[in-house]
């Protein structure tokens, strides 16, 4: 009497192909891990190199592209959107990205679109290229692992924020942290020398346009409340402890120094020359007012634009 299992065996040794379907399904149970156990447990397998390759390629669209009107150090960025280095919470604002579909990601719209950057950028529209890679992305789920090279230039430019140039130094003494306390005035403190420099030359050009002495005491008293002030204001600019470093912030610096030192000037003119309507003396004072009034406007515009950036009047 034959044992089943042998008749089972003798069956399959008549079958090759249904041996060899046994066998191949013993073999594939098989976990090639339990066979070599020094496998090194994470190898760079072909779809992370992808996603690492895709990300460094959309990383470098945005920084060069993007970075400029949707950047951290941008006090305001535009559309409010100004996180456009953070390419994880770019990912995960479903407003923009929806992981592997591009066509329904806005982000990837704009972009393929030419309506971002816009029209007006001085990098011009994103190339095809660019467009590619930032679908290719979007389409491998908007991976945001960064080389060690790109995280540490990412960090540089998150930090870059307004807010942050501030140097906070923990070492400064009682004295210097009372004096950068007091450089913080400075912004309020420019109100007085525009207007009242500004008011100057209004009530010198009703002398000019009147003939009224009344006015020429008018003129007097403002330019010297206006040039005290703006000799004030230029110290508390100098104590105050921002750390800027764009030319706007330079150009701001020395021009505020020059308009306070100009300013004094004028005082300087008004009461210690003798200067009557119709005389030298008047005309040059006029003048002098004048470039004083020009240069505190063009001193208080810089002051805003290191707040607001350049285009702040841009309509
Ligand atoms: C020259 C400046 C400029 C550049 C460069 C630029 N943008 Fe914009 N972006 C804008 C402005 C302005 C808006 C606001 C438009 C509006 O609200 O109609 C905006 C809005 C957006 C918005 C929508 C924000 C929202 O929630 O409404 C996204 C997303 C965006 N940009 C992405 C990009 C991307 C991606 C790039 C680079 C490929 C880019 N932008 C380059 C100026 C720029």
Known sequence: MRFRGLLFLENLMQHPVVLIAVLAFFAGSINPCTLAQDVPPKELTASTAEALLATTAVFELFESKCNDCHGAHLARPKGKFGYVMDLKRVAENDEYVVPRDATKSELFRLVNEDEMPGKEAKCGAATTAEKVALRAWIQLGAPHQLSDQLIARQASLLEAHPATVKQTNKNESLFEKAIAWIGRFHAASTHFPIALLLAALLSESLAWWTRKDTWLTCTRFLLILGGSSAVATATLGWFNAYAGVS?????????????????????????????????????????????????????????????????????
């Open 247 to 315: 030319q706007v912030y330079q150009l701001h610096k020395w021009l505020g120094t020059a308009t306070a030192a100009w300013a004094l000037m004028c005082v300087g003119a008004a009461v210690f020359y003798e200067c009557r309507e119709g005389t030298p003396e008047r005309y040059r004072l006029r003048g002098a007012l004048f470039l004083g009034a020009v240069l505190v406007s063009v001193t208080g515009f810089l002051g805003g634009a290191i707040v607001y950036g350049l285009d702040h009047y841009n309509w």
